[in-house]
């Protein structure tokens, strides 16, 4: 072979966080691992990359084969290589994530025995495998600042095209865990040109509560 190198080189895996709001709360999407390391245990989605394998691809191949989940539009977060953060070896972990809008129910398959959308409240009960606490914990974070900075267009939507601002304000709240003024939360996003009315609502009456609007281009997507 024309290079070789001596020092050792560690796995490459990709993980999926994908987060979507559940009644109230925001949710994440886990799978029950069905073999060891951390059998039994939560984790997410993803697994190890092929041989000329594209990470993007490769973390949206594990998320169809774990979860049955196709068609999500992936950001990368960053890469996890602590070198104890599994077992097996030195593994480093490319991980994307992004928030889904749409009702979808995961299909446990290929290596999950089980997989479900764990709310983020509860997962201090839930016993989660490798690092992937810390991943769910700073994929929030990057979450957090996309909604505080409409500078920093995402990939993917947290809300459907049309919505209502009360639908808007209770992703936020759960996203950045607080509530917020209802009044201030308004003022800002049409002060800032984050927002604006597009239609109104069931029968064309227009109120607070009915009134329509949608993300500008300038604005978050």
């Not at 070789?4 to 949710?27: G, H, I, K, S």
């Not at 069905?34 to 939560?42: R, S, T």
């Not at 000329?52 to 539009?73: F, P």
Request: proline fraction near 6%; include cysteine.
């Amino acid at each position: 072979m024309p290079f070789t190198y001596e020092y050792p080189r560690p796995a490459v895996a990709a993980d999926c966080v994908l987060f979507a709001m559940r009644r109230a709360d925001l949710a994440v999407l886990l799978i029950k691992r069905k073999k060891a390391p951390f059998k039994g245990a939560w984790a997410l989605p993803g697994g190890f990359v092929n041989e000329n394998e594209a990470l993007d691809r490769a973390a949206a191949r594990e998320l169809m084969e774990e979860t049955g989940i196709t068609g999500v539009a992936l950001e990368q977060l960053g890469a996890f290589g602590d070198p104890g953060r599994d077992p097996r070896g030195h593994t480093v972990s490319a991980v994307f994530y992004s928030f889904l809008v749409a009702d979808i129910q995961p299909v446990a398959a290929d290596d999950a025995a089980d997989a479900a959308w764990k709310p983020l409240r509860s997962l201090s009960r839930v016993k989660l495998a490798f690092d992937h606490a810390l991943i769910i914990d700073v994929a929030r974070r990057r979450l957090q600042e996309r909604l505080v900075d409409p500078a920093r267009q995402a990939p993917f939507e947290i809300v459907p095209a049309r919505f209502t601002l009360t639908e808007l304000q209770r992703v936020y709240e759960a996203v950045l865990g607080k509530t917020l003024d209802r009044r201030a939360f308004r003022a800002r996003l049409i002060a800032r040109g984050i927002v604006e009315p597009v239609a109104r609502g069931e029968g064309g009456r227009k109120t607070a509560s009915s009134q329509l609007y949608g993300f500008k281009p300038s604005g978050l997507a």
